[in-house]
């Protein structure tokens, strides 16, 4: 993910509970503590995968570290997102925003809370370009449809 949000021109700081400095480094990264990740990140992608330790990992604390500007990107599991806590975070504007294509419950209820939310980006496929897996089109669309969603226009769902 560091080699992706280099393309585009982005800074990198990483946070894991085994990551070292060397190896952050090596993909363009900066080391940083969770804390400071979350206070200084415009966009927070989570890249874990779900365990005993990771779930619950971003609640209601870590999410009201994050800028007001800030965006969440959780392509991983669920579960490691507080998904009460990010609805709350959502509802009030607390963050600018989420990405999210994985879910406590899946497939996602229609009356979810952030169905028809502008501040949630909801990829509905059954897997998205982040996981390596779309279809064609759709990863052609893509950029087009982040930087609209990141300028806070309305986002078509393919």
């Known amino acids: 993910m560091a080699k992706v949000a280099l393309a585009f021109g982005m800074h990198v700081i ?3 509970q085994n990551l070292t400095a060397d190896r952050a480094a090596a993909v363009g990264a900066s080391l940083v503590t969770k ?4 206070r200084q990140a415009d966009f927070v992608s989570i890249h874990l995968v779900l365990s005993a330790r990771t779930k619950g ?6 999410l009201a570290l994050m800028k007001p500007s800030a965006r969440l990107v959780n392509t991983s599991r669920g579960p490691i997102v507080d ?3 990010l609805i ?10 989420a990405a999210i294509d994985v879910y406590d419950v899946e497939p ?8 028809s939310w502008k501040t949630c980006w909801q990829l509905r496929t059954s897997a998205t370009w ?18 609209g969603w990141t300028r806070g226009n309305e986002v078509e769902l393919y």
């Open 14 to 16: 990483a946070w894991s």
């Open 35 to 38: 804390e400071e990740l979350l």
């Open 57 to 62: 990992l971003i609640g209601a604390a870590e």
């Open 83 to 85: 998904e009460a806590a």
């Open 88 to 97: 709350d975070a959502l509802t009030a504007g607390r963050i600018a925003g």
């Open 108 to 115: 996602l209820p229609a009356q979810h809370p952030t169905a």
């Open 130 to 147: 982040c996981a390596g897996y779309t279809k064609f089109s759709t990863a052609i669309r893509w950029p087009t449809s982040w930087r």
